[in-house]
């Protein structure tokens, strides 16, 4: 029997895409995880809806993406020794998560059978397992020295479709990550970097004359995570490719914003994308991806429906994944919110681009509601509601 989700009463429908951010519409069905219809209930066709939820004026969004974490196995991290740390992201908003490779694994193999053993299990897991329901894209391997390209063609044989951040392994110079990068991209793997100094032991320098010369498809933490390039090797690598611009929560806050305003002049902010790059050092980031909305909304004076295609529709399509818009075929992937209790603002909006988290009231990934009423954000003024 198929299953049919129909949302009413939508205050506010945000699409992910910056050349329409606002979409016209209160309601929204999905069927069978999938979005089918979108647009206004009178017009549409609520019959034989196995589920219904009333929004009750709140604003609905794709679920947020997180495009840099560091999962290790399941919702536990040794990193923090914290377990359910995914599941309190998902409290967050973020319904999706993209590893940048494993690098927490205590004992982490390097020797290339380890290293491929180890991100086509990480693959596997967290495929078979989602933990609270969250979609954590991993088996990231990184790049060490030996690699060949059969070794490229094995892991996507068996569903590895992304690198590791390179730097962090034993190939530290262009030339070689180069080749091995564009092995993986004739595979189909997609490619990011590490940049600015070093975070882990082992890692090191990535300065921008590497970055362009191994020519990944993101540039990895072009904030820095933790410290950032000077100012000048930042523009230029805004200037010089068309990677992907990855800015996040536990890099430089400044070199942050000159990235969103180099990208702005250059008309390029369709670059950008959002991650957290944790759980690290700076520990777990539950609300880090709303937080890097605000904040680049408020400083950086962008409209807050924009900066919430960073944290969706752009790494969606950067990404090139199935969910992050608003669109027919998209998985049925949500985020509900509103304006938090009290908070400055006329709505959700103006109060985002003050500064202000959102009070998140539900979470729905594939069409099945995953989490109510966030225990992380600060309560919102109006909370959707199951009514079947």
């Keep these: 029997m198929s299953q049919k989700l129909v949302i009413r009463n939508i205050g506010l429908l945000l699409s992910g895409k910056m050349e329409v951010p606002i979409l016209e519409a209160d309601c929204l069905i999905a069927v069978d995880g999938k979005i ?38 399941g919702d536990y991290t040794p990193r923090q020794q914290q377990i359910n740390w995914i599941d309190s992201t998902l409290h967050g908003g973020v319904t999706t998560m993209i590893s940048a490779g494993e690098v927490h694994l205590p004992g982490r193999p390097k020797d290339v059978v380890g290293l491929k053993a180890l991100a086509i299990a990480s693959q596997r897991w967290y495929e078979n397992f989602r933990p609270s329901g969250m979609k954590v894209l991993a088996g990231a391997p990184i790049l060490e020295e030996g690699m060949v390209e059969a070794d490229f063609k094995d892991l996507a044989d068996a569903g590895v479709k992304l690198l590791g951040e390179v730097g962090l392994g034993t190939v530290k110079d262009g030339k070689t990550a180069r080749q091995m990068v564009d092995w993986a991209r004739k595979y189909g793997i997609q490619s990011t970097i590490h940049t600015g100094g070093p975070s882990v032991p082992g890692s090191g320098l990535i300065d921008a004359d590497m970055v362009l010369e191994t020519g990944t498809d993101v540039i990895g933490h072009i904030n820095g995570g933790h410290s950032a390039l000077p100012d000048d090797q930042i523009t230029c690598l805004c200037e010089s490719c068309k990677a992907g611009l990855e800015i996040v929560h536990n890099g430089n806050q400044r070199a942050a914003m000159l990235t969103l305003n180099t990208a702005r002049e250059l008309k390029q902010m369709d670059r950008i994308i959002l991650g957290t790059d944790g759980p690290a050092g700076s520990g777990v980031q539950p609300l880090g991806i709303l937080r890097m909305v605000a904040m680049l909304s408020s400083f950086g004076d962008l409209p807050a429906e924009i900066a919430f295609c960073f944290a969706n529709g752009n790494t969606s399509r950067q990404r090139e994944l199935d969910t992050g818009l608003i669109e027919v075929g998209y998985a049925a992937d949500f985020v509900l919110m509103d304006q938090a209790q009290h908070a400055l603002g006329k709505n ?7 500064g202000n988290l959102p009070g998140i009231g539900m979470t729905i990934i594939d069409g099945v509601v995953t989490s109510h009423r966030s225990r992380n954000t600060p309560p919102a003024t109006r909370f959707p509601e199951v009514i079947l």
């Design 36 to 73: 089918s219809a979108i647009g206004y209930e009178k017009d549409m066709d609520g019959e034989g809806a196995t589920s219904v939820i009333n929004a009750h004026g709140v604003t609905l969004a794709p679920g947020l993406i997180d495009s840099h974490v560091h999962p290790v196995i």
């Design 348 to 354: 959700i909006l103006e109060s985002v681009e003050l």
